[in-house]
Nanobody, 123 residues
Framework: QVQLVESGGGLVQAGGSLRLSCAAS????????MAWFRQAPGKEREFVAR????????NYADSVKGRFTISRDNAKNTVYLQMNSLKHEDTAVYYC????????????????WGQGTQVTVSS
């Protein structure tokens, strides 16, 4: 089992920045992909960014490309999401996810999920 705990959400003005953290514990050696998804009220959960553990490659949703950066700290088993130039439409609950295989940007492929952290961007 893998446990994921997110932190770093909050309220920020449009144009501001936040950094989310996702700390993984348990059988972390099984993890091959970590990702961030988000869910706004009344909408489906959507892919934001992913990090492939083996080669360090990253991918982003078009809506956040150039503004968000996903990174990891191996020693801490932690993945970060640096969010810059935030927009009102970035308001959502952000979820960290982990997969035991290399996974694409599809929520069905992820095995473990955190509880989520709220990000609210005021316009």
């Amino acid at each position: 089992q893998v446990q994921l705990v997110e932190s770093g959400g909050g309220l920020v003005q449009a144009g501001g920045s936040l950094r989310l953290s996702c700390a993984a514990s348990g059988r972390t050696f099984n993890i091959h992909t970590m990702a961030w998804f988000r869910q706004a009220p009344g909408k489906e959960r959507e892919f934001v960014a992913r990090f492939i553990w083996g080669d360090g490659s990253t991918n982003y949703a078009d809506s956040v490309k150039g503004r968000f950066t996903i990174s990891r700290d191996n020693a801490k088993n932690t993945v970060y999401l640096q969010m810059n130039s935030l927009k009102h439409e970035d308001t959502a609950v952000y979820y960290c996810a982990a997969a035991v295989q290399v996974q694409g940007p599809y929520r069905s492929g992820f095995d473990y999920w955190g509880q989520g952290t709220q990000v609210t961007v005021s316009s």
